[in-house]
């Protein structure tokens, strides 16, 4: 079987569900970028790119 270089697997981040909970219960994105700076997170709390 060949693999399709024109289209990688994803690239997946590990879980983090202290700071997921952080964003979910409201706190501000930059505070729990700040505490977690190896989280990212594309969804509802991510500015979406034009």
Known sequence: MTHNLLEPDPTTLPERPDA???LDAGTEPSEVAA??????????????VP
């Open 35 to 48: 505490e977690h700076p190896d989280f990212s997170e594309r969804g509802p709390h991510s500015p979406s």
């Open 20 to 22: 997921e909970a952080a």
